[in-house]
């Protein structure tokens, strides 16, 4: 159990360019969750998966916002036409699905929109 | 509307003595509540849970529970230096399947 990973840990992007994360959560947990978090505010949610089902999405993700787990194993998040208002950090978590809804989180990914 | 409300502090106090967090949240009909604690550039970490009223103890760490007031706190006996972070409050509201985080309270043991 190697935990959950994110990659990369930082990126730096120009306005308008499009940028992906990636996220490998803990094996054998089945859902999979991304928030984001901006200085001095908790993680806002994002959305999340069980196995490959995207089962909720939040107002906050726009339609330039699309994530996919396509085999039920790692996760993509894809920001297109970035915004300065996207610079944060996105955090991924996992969680066993045992009813008791404890998220473990990846190291996240700290996004720089200039 | 799902709220989680924490004092963003800072709270400050002296290294050994018991600190007290707070947070109150707007749905009686919610069934789990967790603190994560979070160093400055660092992700959340998980440090207690707790779903039903009263106590719970985990070493230093006490979570307490009153669903009718609608409120959890976590008490952190014998602070230490290392204990200085951003504690989050975070609750899964009933019928959900996420967790609802508060801003967090900032923690300093000096």
Known sequence: ??????????????????????????????????????????????????????????????????????????????????????????LCASSPSDGNEKLFFGSGTQLSVL | QKEVEQNSGPLSVPEGAIASLNCTYSDRGSQSFFWYRQYSGKSP???????????KEDGRFTAQLNKASQYVSLLIRDSQPSDSATYLCAVNFHGGSTLTFGKGTMLLVS
């Open chain 2, 45 to 55: 970490e998980l440090i207690m849970s707790i779903y039903s009223n009263g106590d």
């Open chain 1, 1 to 90: 159990d190697t935990g959950v990973s994110q990659d990369p840990r930082h990126k730096i992007t120009k306005r308008g360019q499009n940028v992906t994360f990636r996220c490998d959560p803990i094996s054998e947990h089945n859902r999979l969750y991304w928030y984001r978090q901006t200085l001095g505010q908790g993680p806002e949610f994002l959305t999340y998966f069980q196995n490959e089902a995207q089962l909720e999405k939040s107002r906050l993700l726009s339609d330039r916002f699309s994530a996919e787990r396509p085999k039920g194993s790692f996760s993509t998040l894809e920001i297109q036409r970035t915004e300065q208002g996207d610079s944060a950090m996105y």
